[in-house]
């Protein structure tokens, strides 16, 4: 249960958990709470004490510890008065004891149907101040006023968040595009080692990916806050009064240029991760086209070591017919040579040179047909 709703049991108030909105009454005091996507909003509501237009006292119910308690931190905090319109307008005097003149926005919104002041300062009590003058509203159309000024001004604050981010973090982008450069030259010019190139581009690619993890939301939150805010000056129909500047040019001064800047941020890392993704595009190439050209090296070195196999293999089967012609003589001259014992007319060196042509012959058919059938196989 968020803390808000467990401190509203004191004022005899119980809220259900699991609640996005809710309002009550807190002794003299209206309560509003509401919670966001990223924050949640708390909307005190006094009738005006007679004090001053931007006096304290009127809120002096609520424990000094029932704020300070709270486990969020502020990042927008300030005092709205509404004028009545039987109420006097301030004065120019008036208007300077509570706002600085040089930052003073003043312009009618609703159609002219009210007026604002403000300086959009923090002042020493820890809110700002902004003024709003009735000057024609019926029915909700003054709660309706108040809740877009409001919405405008944490929008507006919350669209900021992505400008310390993008100003924090820009010099070590600054420092990638530097290395991805150094790195595309060294890719191109071909001469550091491909194995040191890849190590070096997955440690610059993995710090891009860390980077973009990190502030895709925050710069994205930014930009759709930026439209709400843009959204919330629409709504307001605001007209100028000569002499000062209006909420426009306020919110454009303080939101156009942080804006621009977190878009800025954002489109550098998206080029960056893309330059990264052509150089090591490039790279796998080169590294491709090298091994290319060691397997096609190595594919000639295997085609002349077959090429020689094949002559060695041709080479050793004459010098097999060679052999093989040889023993199976040397075997007839044996039976030659035992028949020569029993006939003697018959001489063993006549029958062995006239065998020898057919015996060579007859072995080199048999080998030559055992190959082919080999290969065929």
């Not at 004891?97 to 009618?108: E, I």
């Not at 502030?215 to 806050?225: C, D, L, N, V």
């Not at 080029?271 to 993704?277: G, K």
Request: aromatic letters at 8%; proline letters at 4%.
């Amino acid at each position: 249960m968020p803390p808000a709703w467990s401190r509203c049991a004191p004022f005899g108030v119980e809220v259900a958990d699991g609640r996005k909105y809710f309002t009550c009454q807190l002794g003299g005091l209206g309560f509003a709470w509401e919670r966001h996507t990223e924050f949640v909003t708390y909307t005190f509501i006094a009738a005006a004490g007679g004090t001053g237009l931007f006096s304290t006292a009127p809120f002096s119910e609520i424990p000094h510890d029932w704020l300070s308690a709270l486990p969020a931190e502020a990042i927008r905090a300030t005092l709205i008065t509404v004028l009545g319109q039987q109420d006097p307008l301030p004065d120019e005097a008036e208007l300077d004891r509570h706002f600085a003149a040089s930052d003073l926005v003043t312009c009618d919104v609703a159609g002219g149907m009210a007026r604002i002041w403000s300086d959009f300062r923090l002042k020493p009590e820890g809110f700002g101040r902004l003024l709003v003058a009735d000057r024609g509203l019926a029915g909700g159309e003054t709660a309706q006023l108040v809740q877009r000024l409001q919405e405008l001004g944490n929008y507006r604050n919350m669209a900021l968040l992505g400008l310390p981010i993008a100003q924090r973090l820009t010099p070590e982008v600054s420092r990638l595009e530097q290395r991805l450069a150094a790195l595309t030259a060294a890719v191109s010019g071909q001469q550091s080692s491909d194995d040191a190139l890849l190590e070096e581009l997955s440690y610059l690619s993995a710090e891009l990916a860390r980077l973009m993890a990190g502030t895709r939301y925050r710069m994205s939150a930014s930009r759709a806050y930026a439209q709400l805010c843009h959204d919330r000056v629409a709504e307001l129909d605001v007209v100028a009064v000569r002499g000062f500047q209006t909420l426009i040019d306020f919110t454009e001064r303080r939101l156009t240029p942080a804006l621009r800047t977190c878009e800025s941020f954002s489109a550098r890392l998206e080029d960056l991760s893309q330059r990264a993704a052509w150089t090591s595009s490039l790279l796998t190439t080169r590294v491709d086209t090298a091994l290319s050209r060691q397997n096609r090296d190595l594919l000639d070195s295997m085609n002349r070591r077959s090429d020689l196999q094949l002559r060695l293999q041709q080479t050793v089967e004459g010098l097999s017919v060679v052999a093989i012609s040889y023993y199976a003589i040397g075997l007839v001259g044996y039976v030659v040579k035992s028949v020569h014992a029993e006939y003697s007319a018959i001489k063993p060196e006549v029958v062995t040179g006239a065998l020898a042509v057919p015996v060579v012959l007859l072995v080199w058919f048999f080998i030559s047909r055992l190959r082919r059938r080999l290969h065929d196989r």
